[in-house]
Nanobody, 119 residues
Framework: QVQLVESGGGLVQAGGSLRLSCAAA????????MSWFHQAPGNEREFVAG????????AYSDSVKGRFTISRDDAKNTVHLQMSSLKPEDTAVYYC????????????WGQGTQVTVSS
């Protein structure tokens, strides 16, 4: 069974940092594009950051560009999201997701981890 398990969420003050991790189990994700999404209460799930299979190409939403960094360690089947200069508006549940290269549909999702930024 394929699983994506997020960890690292929590409560942090504005201006602080958190590092989220997504551990993949059940298969390797070498040929998958890995992404982080977030969803705040009452809002739709939104793309935050993504990384190609090689790790050489990354993408970020405008709201996090320059503050968040996505990385992957295929040897450990893990994806990280380093979040810095956090703002209250970053408060949301953060989800890890994977889609096969060449497709647009995300095949696998994690259960999410809560990030709360206090002002």
């Amino acid at each position: 069974q394929v699983q994506l398990v997020e960890s690292g969420g929590g409560l942090v003050q504005a201006g602080g940092s958190l590092r989220l991790s997504c551990a993949a189990a059940g298969r390797t994700f070498t040929n998958y594009y890995m992404s982080w999404f977030h969803q705040a209460p009452g809002n739709e799930r939104e793309f935050v950051a993504g990384i190609s299979w090689s790790g050489s190409i990354t993408a970020y939403s405008d709201s996090v560009k320059g503050r968040f960094t996505i990385s992957r360690d295929d040897a450990k089947n893990t994806v990280h999201l380093q979040m810095s200069s956090l703002k209250p508006e970053d408060t949301a549940v953060y989800y890890c997701a994977a889609r096969l290269l060449g497709t647009m549909k995300y095949n696998y999702w994690g259960q999410g981890t809560q990030v709360t930024v206090s002002s």
